[in-house]
């Protein structure tokens, strides 16, 4: 890893670390993301692999620290493992970590400190995951009764563990279509429900309302996917109260973290590019365009307008954007096109509404997108030397959905980035920082694609989408090679609500003939 990477890394992770709520506390509040033995202050918890049903997550017993690494520039990163990223698959011993209060493996006899060897007759080869996940599909659609036996070594024996797993049918065989999809979906919008805030926000986020207004937002498209607005479905409460936070409280940053000290001149350099009101703003815009186009209201649709207004006057000069206004940020880059991507979205929904996008703002934006890619139809990170050329599916996949919105995917760039897109839509491991950023816009954008490409992504998710899952609803983040390389997950970070509502989005964006109305705008299906 670069210095500039590291440095970057511990930047971001102290001034979000300085703004965000406390985990509420559960039961030992050990759940879900245990305890840092350093007392570290730049995570909230570790980065445990979940071990899905069970109600328990894990760490590698054979983990001996990062993999070495060349960094490719651009948010790219070779990884050491034999072919493939290293620890994608899993260890192939777990040590359990923590355990979910009065779940089935607490139930079962299962211990912190047991090291997972195997399931069934079979110890693990490779990679634990996949043979965990097909077990425990098994299990839950009732193979077995319903059990799952784990093989486990607990200090010099070995011993079995049968862990019974609720059964919920023969649909929970297929856990990533029609009925089992449901099953996980519902489970999910129920526990972000139970989640919100009385001022319909939540709690659990980063930046202060800022981050607020993106989880919300996301919770909020969730809902509506499921088939509730503000005119009917069970989550009615929930969209109507999501809605009047996310209009009052979009653009609100963060405020001052502790460690930023001082007055005048000096606050003011040490703050300078760290205002990240774009991630909130273009997050309010898609989900205030998707509500608009199923419950109109002018209260809703002069949200809508704003976040256009303030989208456009965040533009930066180059035509992309950037975390927020204000110029370079203390490592001196200004754009990236996750957020650029975001935000062409949230402009597409305004206009979708009525609203008119100044001349030249779309132009601009193009230029630049075309400017950061490498002529292939990927999006780069930025078009600033050393970030330009490499695409990932998260930038792309965004940006794409955005020039679908504003009517602009069947112009040459469009059609290219919608090509590329479709060739790498199930590289979400390609991708770089947060992967449920590029679970939730590769997933979306396999939606819109539909068909073969549709298929694929969801054949390379089910794993992960299986040990995601844990017994209260929740949606779980995993590790991945540039987690355990770095020492750090996003994800945690961010913490469950926002790994919750990202699943639950891409579980339901895709409408169902006489089912849900999934995200038709989001989508353009």
């Known amino acids: 890893m670069t210095t500039s990477v590291k440095k970057l890394e511990q930047i971001l992770a102290c001034v979000l670390a300085a703004t965000c709520l406390a985990l509420p506390a559960r039961a030992d509040g050990t759940w879900p993301f245990g305890k840092r033995a350093d007392g570290g202050p730049f995570e909230r918890g570790l980065d445990l692999y979940g071990l899905g049903m069970l109600g328990a997550k894990a760490s590698g017993a054979d983990d001996t620290g990062p993999a070495p690494s060349e960094d490719l520039g651009g948010g790219k990163r070779r990884i050491s493992g034999g072919g493939r990223p290293a620890n994608d698959d899993g260890p ?17 006899g299962l211990r912190p400190g047991d090291v997972i060897v195997g399931v069934g007759r079979s110890p693990f080869r490779e990679g634990a995951r996949e043979a965990l996940a097909e077990a425990l599909r098994k299990a839950e659609a009732g193979r077995a009764k319903g059990k799952v036996t784990l093989l486990v070594k607990r200090g010099k024996n070995r011993t079995k563990v049968e862990v019974q797993i609720p059964v919920a049918g023969k649909a929970a065989a297929k856990p990533t279509r029609g009925a089992g999809r449901d099953l996980i979906l519902e489970a999910a919008l129920a526990w972000l429900a ?32 499921g088939g509730s607005d503000l005119e009917q479905g069970r989550y009615r409460e929930q969209v109507e109260r999501a809605a009047a936070f996310v209009s009052e409280n979009a ?3 963060f405020r001052r973290p502790p460690g930023m000290q001082g007055s005048g001149a000096d606050r003011a350099s040490k703050m300078r590019g760290m205002d990240q009101s774009n991630w909130g703003w273009s997050h309010a815009a898609i989900f205030l365009g998707e509500l608009e186009a199923r419950s109109p209201a002018p209260k809703i649709r002069a949200a809508l307008y704003r976040c256009g207004e303030t989208l456009v006057e965040h533009q930066e000069p180059s035509g992309g954007w950037a975390h927020g206004p204000g110029g370079p940020n203390p490592l001196g880059y200004t754009e990236l096109n996750i957020v650029t991507g975001l935000a062409l979205c949230g402009l597409g929904m305004a206009q979708r509404a009525g609203w008119e996008i100044p001349e030249g703002v779309l132009d601009k934006a193009d230029a ?10 990927g999006v780069g990170y930025s078009d600033t030397a050393g970030q330009r050329g490499q695409g990932n599916i998260g ?33 979400v491991l390609g991708g770089h920082a947060s992967l449920m950023q590029h679970v939730l816009l590769s997933g979306v954008a396999a939606h819109a694609l539909g068909g073969k490409a549709e298929k694929r992504w969801w054949e390379a998710r089910e794993t992960d989408l299986v040990l995601a899952r844990a017994p209260d609803g929740s949606l779980q983040p995993r590790p991945w090679h540039e987690s355990l390389q770095m020492g750090s997950n996003s994800d945690v970070t961010f913490g469950e609500v926002w790994t919750t509502a990202a699943w639950a989005v891409v579980l339901g964006c895709e409408p169902v003939k006489g089912g849900r109305p999934g995200l038709p705008v989001w989508t353009g299906r």
């Open 251 to 253: 653009g609100e940053t």
């Open 395 to 427: 930038r792309t996949a965004g940006a794409w959905l955005g020039y679908r919105i504003l009517g602009l995917g069947r112009s040459a760039w469009g059609r290219k980035m919608g090509k590329w897109t479709e060739r790498n839509v199930d590289d």
């Open 194 to 225: 139970g989640r919100q805030d009385r001022d319909g926000g939540f709690a659990q986020t980063l930046s202060g309302r800022n981050g607020s207004v993106v989880m919300t937002s996301l919770a909020g498209l969730a809902w509506l996917a």
């Open 368 to 377: 630049y997108l075309k400017a950061s890619s490498g002529g292939d139809g």
């Open 92 to 108: 192939a011993r777990l040590v359990v970590e923590v355990l979910y209060p009065g779940g089935p493996a607490e139930q079962a």
